[in-house]
């Protein structure tokens, strides 16, 4: 199941957006952690995610076009 909706990620979006994807399994991990196992979240955690959702938003083009 988790192919298929791999492919589908990359027919939608693009292999470029679907190769940065894989960028936030460990945002997830870190988040999971925090809110389901009550682990720290410190300072560079935060720059980390932050840093990885601002490089998905810049590596999608459609973001940045007006229609």
């Known amino acids: ?6 492919n589908l990620l990359i027919k939608k979006e693009g292999a ?7 960028y936030i399994v460990p945002v997830v991990g870190v988040l999971m952690g925090y809110f389901m196992l009550n682990e720290s979240l410190a300072l560079q ?23």
């Open 16 to 22: 470029l957006f679907a190769s940065f994807s894989n």
């Open 1 to 6: 199941m988790v192919y298929m909706l791999y």
């Open 45 to 67: 955690h935060m720059i980390g995610i932050f840093i990885i959702l601002c490089a998905l938003l810049l590596s999608n083009k459609q973001a940045f076009k007006s229609d």
